[in-house]
């Protein structure tokens, strides 16, 4: 069985100072052997750890547009940002890629895409994340899973990582899989275990992205 944190960010975020060395470490050290790395507008990070790490890696990418952030999932290339909600799915379906909708409804986070916008596009996402560990529990938390229940959504989890600490404190276990089909097959058999981050990481976030500006 693989014990899949289904979303993780690298120093190749702007908002993560994760280096691929430290996450395969992390990673092992937890018993996490599948992620999804999923920096913000770029694979390139995926594609490295992916050739190099010693466990299951998805290629994944958060791409952000008007209404929200997507997730885009078993890519090859990087999807740019800043482009519509159908520019996004129609490129993640183009590489044959799995839509998945990251933290949705999430009052806190601008990036979060709104319910009117799910509504829209319900027809066309494969998975709603209905825990991740860095969400702020002052909210309605189980808008997610309401909204995959009566879509009949699979649901995915992840720790949201933009830290080494916080790796696999949201993970599904789930069976093995050999492609993006059999990822939903095996995904739809999934068990969530998870626990919040603390609110401060989002600090820690914050700090990487101004450091990161200066320095550049």
Not at 54 to 82: C, D, H, Q, Y
Not at 92 to 103: F, K, N, S, W
Not at 131 to 146: E, M, V
Not at 184 to 189: G, N, T, V, W
Request: overall charge negative; proline content about 5%; charged content about 25%.
């Amino acid at each position: 069985m693989l014990k899949a944190d289904l979303h993780v960010h690298s120093c190749y975020s702007p908002d993560s100072g994760s280096s691929l060395e430290a996450i395969t470490g992390r990673c092992t050290e937890m018993g996490i052997n599948c992620i999804a790395l999923c920096d913000h507008g770029t694979v390139e990070g995926a594609l490295k750890l992916g050739a190099a790490a010693p466990f299951r890696v998805i290629v994944a990418e958060e791409i952000l547009t008007p209404k929200g952030e997507i997730m885009g999932m078993f890519l090859k290339e990087t999807i740019p940002s800043n482009i519509s909600v159908k520019d996004a799915i129609s490129r993640i379906r183009a590489q044959g890629g799995l839509v998945c909708i990251p933290h949705p409804c999430d009052r806190f986070r601008p990036s979060a895409m709104d319910g009117e916008t799910l509504e829209s596009i319900a027809g066309e996402i494969d998975i709603i994340e209905t825990f991740n560990a860095r969400t702020i529990p002052f909210q309605d938390t189980n808008r997610p899973g309401n909204f995959a229940r009566r879509h009949n959504l699979l649901a995915g989890a992840g720790s949201d990582a933009h830290t080494i600490s916080e790796i696999g404190h949201a993970y599904v276990e789930m069976p093995d899989f050999e492609s993006p089909e059999g990822f939903l097959k095996s995904l739809a058999e999934g068990r969530i275990h998870y626990s919040r981050s603390s609110v401060f990481v989002h600090f820690r976030s914050l700090g990487h992205k101004l450091r990161k500006k200066i320095l550049s």
